[in-house]
């Protein structure tokens, strides 16, 4: 796994620098936190929340850049049902994932407690968001309530990782 300092703030930067780009950036951010192999090497996270923190200072568009989060996150986590579904568990000896054998079965067993509620909170938390939507493939859970799940759970959490910053600042601030 990349260090955090490795490339969070190098991202951030860019993006302080070049605000027209902080959409696809972001969009680019939370598909790799999102999809199944990405996320287990790319913490995106927090170069999310930095940017957040950046729409607060300058004049970039919350609007655009948290719809550029959700459809991002959402669009990881359907590949990676796609592919749970279409590869089943013989996707469990494919590195990243050989490297973390018990990913799998936690995310099933997750699955197994919650049903579809487990693809909306297993977002919010990072093995589980790896892991999760591939097991829901595998599981071959209805399509539609995981996309349901799915999209509703992606803005959400676009909101809880951009929003603390942009209303934190300008709270601040007095903005």
Same mark, same amino acid.
């Given at each position: &796994?990349? #260090?955090? /300092?490795?490339?969070?703030?190098? =991202?951030?930067?860019? +993006?302080? @620098?070049?605000?027209?780009?902080?959409?696809?950036?972001?969009?680019?951010?939370?598909?790799?936190?999102?999809?199944?192999?990405?996320?287990?090497?790319?913490?995106?996270?927090?170069?999310?929340?930095?940017?957040?923190?950046?729409?607060? &200072?300058? #004049?970039? /568009?919350?609007?655009?850049?948290? =719809?550029?989060?959700? +459809?991002? @996150?959402?669009?990881?986590?359907?590949?990676?049902?796609?592919?749970?579904?279409?590869?089943?568990?013989?996707?469990?000896?494919?590195?990243?994932?050989?490297?973390?054998?018990?990913?799998?079965?936690?995310?099933?067993?997750?699955?197994?407690?919650? #049903?579809?509620?487990?693809?909306?909170?297993?977002?919010?938390?990072?093995?589980?968001?790896?892991?999760?939507?591939?097991?829901?493939?595998?599981?071959?859970?209805?399509?539609?309530?995981?996309?349901?799940?799915?999209?509703?759970?992606?803005?959400?959490?676009?909101?809880?990782?951009?929003?603390?910053?942009?209303?934190?600042?300008?709270?601040?601030?007095?903005?």
């Amino acid at each position: &796994m990349f #260090g955090l /300092d490795a490339y969070a703030q190098p =991202v951030i930067e860019f +993006v302080r @620098a070049h605000e027209n780009w902080a959409a696809p950036i972001v969009f680019a951010l939370a598909f790799a936190e999102s999809l199944v192999f990405l996320s287990l090497l790319i913490p995106a996270w927090a170069a999310l929340v930095g940017i957040g923190a950046l729409i607060g &200072m300058t #004049g970039i /568009d919350f609007w655009s850049i948290w =719809v550029a989060g959700a +459809v991002g @996150a959402a669009l990881g986590d359907w590949i990676s049902y796609w592919i749970g579904r279409t590869f089943k568990s013989s996707i469990a000896g494919l590195w990243p994932l050989s490297r973390h054998p018990g990913l799998l079965p936690r995310g099933e067993m997750f699955i197994r407690r919650w #049903g579809v509620a487990a693809i909306f909170i297993g977002r919010f938390f990072g093995p589980l968001r790896a892991s999760v939507p591939v097991v829901a493939g595998i599981l071959n859970m209805a399509w539609w309530p995981f996309q349901l799940a799915n999209f509703a759970s992606a803005f959400v959490w676009a909101a809880v990782l951009l929003a603390p910053g942009t209303l934190g600042l300008k709270f601040l601030t007095g903005g």
